[in-house]
């Protein structure tokens, strides 16, 4: 590899050719203050427009500060990351930047979380010098995510994530000069774009510029209302991460602690989404094997590869993007749905109370399962399965308002019947897991034998586009795996043109999958937060005693009391949907 | 020019045209057609004569008549005395602004005197719809020589010893950056054009395209030969209709003719034009922003490097050049870079044509040799200050240009003295200002215009900008204290020394040369409170002078918002808290009796 020399605050240092100076600077442990910048180095992703002039560094020999982010080293470069020319501009900078932000920070959703807020600290701003008009927008609030463009300091990352990344190209910056902001074309509302809510744009936002929409305040209603029932379910993903916002090192299981912390909240019942997954696997295992069984016995009517349904953001991706391939989902409800489907019938009828008494109330690590869980198909006399979706984040400020310390929480078990859940379920959380849980499961019930081995490596990773071969007892099946919208594309486009080789595919719409959901804590662009986590979601499956889905005591129950069989008329009924054509309105409105 | 005895040359720019030239054109030939003289006199229509302020403009050869403030109804009598009778129409004829004598011949108006015309060289002389009047004047002659006689290595030598500069503003060498160009990898290369001219009163590069289109596309050729690129691209305001119109008849005649194609002339060489429409930002005439918007994203501008000879349009290896610089090319190559050497100073070569504007008698568009002064410019070209006031300043570069003084008046120009003295050559907007002019307004005006056109990317610009300003508009409002003017200069330094691309490191550029020359007048508004010009309205007050005053009631019917009461044959008294200063009143009297204070 090539290389260069260069000397940075007079310190030498060798570093490879192409390397920027804040990796440089980096690498001999010199900070360098950055706020629009944002690298997740395990997935290639980087946000570096140099818009926010922070990270400015003196290189001798050039006219005018250069930003670090995006220069590189160049033999002889001598470098100073501080000097008084440097600090004065940094923040006069940030000056600037604050004296166009709205001063509410104690009222803030992003208070003592914001980029900003600690990089004001950081530099030591204590006045802002520079003060005049602010800039005034409408704000956006949709079924799942809020914008406040006022609060927008144009780093540009979540253009990024929706452009490059998921390719759903519904954020980009509009008008010039002093009243740019990043906002959908024509400053559309994102319920009338193509937005899938996602939400990688809000777990990437530095301010509050791009929030969920709160519903802590709906929940605690619900909770202190003595009519209701008040009934949780708690998403795979979000027991590996909520210990983060409570100062937990990034992968600590916290099953236990926030089972407890749940009922100290005040829920009736303490349910896992878990148990719905492995219904779910149940029923989308049947349908695969289904499908699978006609297609290779020459019915052309069946269509391959399936692909899971389980993320809402993804299904509203093709549903917006794709309306000739609706027939290819698995008709397979998400988690979330069937949990509260069989929640408002089964659970209700075993508790004999009306469904409209019952509140459902998931948590779960994403924003588009908010928007999901207001879908109209999802309704039973306008009283939809799931009431309330809060985040992970939403559920950690909850719980600081009712308990002392996290931490030393001791441990519950959740619920029954309907917490009763395997390793299969625990994998839904990252990307490959549902895939492989659908594969425990498809295998047993296709070759009536047992698993010579119950994880599939193959199948596990962090690359964005991932392929294998499982062999089922001679059945080669390929299996297609991609997080990240812009990946699935991919892959979907492939099956439009009629070259896709899989006969399933698993999609999850954020990448890392829900572990880098729209609603966990914030990584700030650390990428090895992910990866921990992804590792806490396999720790999980290996601790449970149950590691298939079709082992679920509780799943056997549920069939022989109530549903019968997999895709049986009832669960039709209750568990499998329907997918409908989705095109974005432009409405223009005169100002 | 054929055996036509005379010729009459109509001038065909924007001003003119907006004034009605292509009534006159239809009128002088309907003229010469009720005379029969269809054999003996020829109307073209030319591109811009660059006296603009006095358009339309109409030159009858061979004498050089020269007659400004033509009007369509004009026609008869020039055909009449002119053509037939042999008799100048002296009452058409361009009068001296200090003598107020009319000058027969255009050779001997000071305007074009010390004007030495390259780029403009066909400008108000050739027909821009008809290719072959180009060819006439040479045209395509030095994309022959280019590619029959030299080889592309040759052309980028010729272009570099010449010490051509770019013509945007910046000032790099073209030569060098066709050799960057040249060196990059691969077949697919591109030339553009910048023709997104975007500074406020300038309009050298719509002149030239209007005027003289092919030159354009000659030098872009010859520079795809340079460099090894098959195709070029125009970038152009789609305000401007005419330039537009202008290079798609040239592109079509040129290929009609082989000159732009496939195997031009017959060698292995080819090379196609198209046009790609700006939506008229500012900042899309900076190289990576225009690449930008050419390839249909957000015009914004991209931190160099790569510089777009590396990594351009749609990632390919791109030249991009300014259409002045473009105009230069093909004399350079006719008549060599010795002789294009010759003109200007050691460090810049050349011409540069300028927008003088302002307070000056002659207003228009002129093209000097690099080295001339100010002076010479302002007062023998220019012909001195309007209505016989006192300089004050000259802002050159545009937007982001610096106000330069009595001082600088002796100061040859050329890029590093521009640069040294707090402005800059930029694309070659010059505006005058005498002593009515407030200097602390007139930088707010220039701010005013970067806080409109700043893409809105990096901070110090998008922010920076707009807190300059309103700290310039406290200071006009007479709010200003000294502390702010250390805010402003501050601020000026960070933004130069932070902001992302050319438009926000310059655009303090108007502040700090103010602060710096005109310092006086900045305390004045602080400390007080008083505008020397009587330009910003708080900190002026009309008053009538009892004295003078005769009660004529002249002001108080025109004040329109009834703030000056009296009866008739009495003294007129102004309500202060009612005067909007609008000026009507000092206007209307007679008697000197409304006074400013």
Request: glycine share 8%.
């Amino acid at each position: 590899m090539k290389t260069v020399n260069i000397t940075i605050n007079n310190i030498p240092l060798e570093v490879p050719k192409s390397t920027t100076i804040l990796q440089a600077a980096k690498m001999i442990n010199i900070e360098i203050p950055t706020l629009c910048h944002m690298k997740l180095e395990d997935f290639c992703i980087e946000n570096k427009p140099a818009g926010c002039r922070i990270c400015m560094v003196d290189v001798k020999g050039r006219r005018n500060l250069v930003p670090s982010c995006v220069t590189e080293c160049t033999e002889g470069m001598v470098i100073e990351t501080s000097n008084p020319r440097i600090i004065n501009a940094r923040r006069t900078v940030l000056e600037l930047i604050l004296s166009d932000h709205p001063f509410e920070c104690l009222i803030c959703p992003k208070n003592g979380k914001c980029d900003l807020q600690s990089l004001a600290q950081e530099l030591g701003v204590r006045e802002i010098r520079y003060t005049g008009e602010q800039s005034t927008y409408r704000m956006d609030t949709s079924q799942a995510i809020i914008r406040n463009p006022e609060k927008c300091i144009m780093c540009r990352r979540c253009e990024l994530m929706c452009n490059t990344v998921q390719t759903c190209g519904v954020l980009s910056a509009v008008n010039r000069g002093f009243m740019s902001v990043v906002a959908p074309a024509f400053e559309q509302n994102l319920d009338h774009s193509p937005c899938t809510f996602c939400g990688q744009c809000v777990a990437v936002c530095p301010t509050a510029a791009l929030t969920e929409v709160d519903q802590t305040g709906k929940l605690i209603q619900a909770l202190a209302d003595p009519d209701k029932v008040v009934v949780v379910q708690t998403a795979p993903a979000v027991r590996v991460t909520l210990g983060e916002e409570f100062g937990l090192k990034p992968g600590t299981i916290v099953t236990g602690k926030m089972v407890t912390a749940l009922k100290r909240l005040g829920f009736n019942y303490v349910f896992d989404t878990d148990f719905a997954a492995d219904l779910t696997i149940m029923e989308e295992g049947t349908e695969l094997l289904n499908r699978l069984t006609k297609y290779l016995n020459g019915d052309k009517s069946v269509k391959l590869p399936i692909l899971t349904s389980c993320c809402p953001a993804w299904v509203n991706f093709f549903e917006k993007n794709f309306p000739d391939l609706l027939d290819i989902p698995s008709s397979a409800k998400s988690p979330q749905q069937m949990f509260g489907a069989v929640a408002k019938n089964y659970f209700a009828k075993q508790l004999n109370i009306p469904r409209e008494k019952l509140v459902v109330v998931s948590v779960m690590p994403c924003v588009a399962k908010k928007y999901e869980a207001q879908r109209e198909e999802f309704r039973v006399n306008n009283d939809p399965d799931v009431n309330i979706s809060i985040t992970t984040r939403e559920l950690a400020t909850l719980i600081k308002q009712t308990v002392q310390d996290f931490n030393s929480l001791p441990e519950s078990d959740f619920d029954r019947p309907l917490g009763e859940s395997t390793g299969a379920a625990a994998i839904f959380g990252t990307t490959g897991g549902v895939i492989e849980a659908a594969v425990r499961t498809a295998y047993e019930l296709y070759t009536k034998k047992p698993l010579p081995k119950i994880e599939f490596e193959e199948l596990r990773g962090m690359e964005w586009i991932r392929k294998a071969t499982v062999d089922f007892d001679g059945l080669k099946l390929n299996i297609g795996i991609a997080h990240g919208l812009g990946n699935a594309r991919k892959l979907l486009e492939e099956i439009q043109a009629g070259k896709s080789e899989f006969h399933a595919i698993e999609i999850m719409a954020c990448p890392g999958g829900c572990i880098g959901g729209g609603g966990q804590p914030q990584h700030h662009g650390k990428s090895e937060i992910i990866k921990a986590r992804q590792k806490a979601i396999y720790e999980e499956d290996r601790r449970l005693p149950l590691r298939k889905s079709h082992e679920n005591p509780y799943i056997i129950k549920l069939y022989e009391e109530y549903l019968g069989h997999p895709m049986s008329e009832l669960s039709h009924e209750l568990l499998h949907t329907k997918y409908f054509q989705k095109q974005p309105e432009i409405i223009i409105e005169n100002d | 020019m054929g055996t036509y005895k005379y010729h009459i040359l109509v001038c065909g720019g924007t001003g003119c045209k907006s004034s009605q030239s292509a009534q006159i054109v239809q009128n002088l030939n309907e003229e010469i057609k009720a005379n029969n003289l269809e054999n003996f006199v020829k109307v073209v229509t030319t591109g811009c004569f660059g006296f603009c302020e006095r358009g339309p403009i109409v030159k009858v050869l061979p004498d050089n008549s020269f007659y400004n403030y033509v009007k369509p109804e004009d026609a008869k009598e020039i055909i009449n005395e002119h053509i037939i009778k042999g008799r100048r129409v002296e009452r058409l004829l361009f009068r001296d602004p200090v003598t107020n004598k009319p000058v027969t011949d255009s050779k001997h108006i000071n305007f074009y005197q010390k004007q030495l015309r390259i780029v403009l060289r066909n400008c108000g002389v050739i027909d821009p719809e008809n290719i072959e009047e180009y060819i006439a004047r040479d045209g395509y002659l030095a994309l022959y020589k280019c590619l029959n006689e030299l080889k592309p290595n040759e052309v980028i030598d010729i272009i570099k010893r010449s010490g051509l500069r770019g013509r945007g503003g910046a000032g790099f060498p073209t030569g060098v950056k066709w050799e960057i160009a040249a060196a990059s990898p691969g077949p697919e290369k591109y030339v553009v054009c910048n023709a997104d001219e975007g500074d406020p009163g300038a309009f050298m590069d719509r002149s030239v395209l209007e005027g003289d289109p092919h030159s354009v596309l000659e030098a872009m050729a010859i520079c795809g030969y340079a460099i090894g690129a098959p195709h070029g691209l125009i970038y152009i305001r789609a305000e401007y209709p005419m330039a537009i119109k202008r290079l798609k008849i040239a592109i079509k005649q040129a290929e009609e003719y082989g000159l732009l194609g496939k195997n031009i002339f017959g060698s292995d060489f080819s090379f196609d034009i198209e046009l790609r429409y700006g939506a008229g930002a500012f900042v899309c005439g900076e190289e990576t922003a225009l690449i930008h918007s050419m390839e249909g994203n957000r015009g914004e501008p991209t931190v160099k490097p790569p510089y777009p000879a590396v990594s351009g349009y749609k990632g390919k290896p791109t030249n991009v050049n300014n259409v002045e610089t473009f105009a230069n090319i093909s004399p350079i190559i006719l008549r060599g870079p010795e002789w294009f050497a010759s003109i200007g100073t050691e460090k810049s070569k050349g011409t540069k044509v300028f927008a003088l504007a302002g307070k000056i008698n002659n207003v228009g568009l002129i093209e000097v040799p690099m080295g001339i002064t100010l002076r010479e410019i302002i007062y023998e070209i220019g012909g001195g200050i309007k209505n016989g006031k006192k300089f004050k300043a000259v802002q050159t570069g545009g937007p982001s240009g610096g106000c330069l003084t009595e001082k600088h008046l002796d100061t040859p120009i050329e890029y590093e003295t521009l640069v040294a003295a707090g402005s800059m050559m930029g694309s070659g907007g010059m505006i005058v200002m005498d002593e009515d002019d407030c200097m602390v307004s007139v930088a707010k005006f220039y701010l005013d215009f970067t806080v409109e056109e700043s893409c809105g990317k990096c901070a110090p610009c998008r922010i920076g900008n707009k807190r300059l300003s309103e700290i310039l508009d406290k200071i006009t409002k007479g709010n200003g204290t000294m502390e702010d003017i250390e805010l402003l200069k501050n601020l000026c330094m960070v933004i130069k020394d932070t902001a992302l691309c050319g438009l926000g490191q310059t655009s303090p550029n108007p502040v700090q040369s103010t602060l710096e020359n005109f310092w006086d007048e900045y305390v004045e508004h602080i400390v007080d409170k008083k505008c020397r010009a009587n330009k910003c309205k708080d900190l002026i007050h009309y008053y009538i002078d009892p004295e003078n005053c005769t009660g004529c009631m002249a002001c108080a019917r025109k004040c329109p918002v009834n703030a000056i009461v009296g009866e008739r044959k009495q003294v007129h008294v102004i309500n202060q808290d009612l005067c909007t200063k609008c000026g009507t009143c000092l206007e209307t009297c007679k008697f000197n009796a409304v006074y400013i204070i």
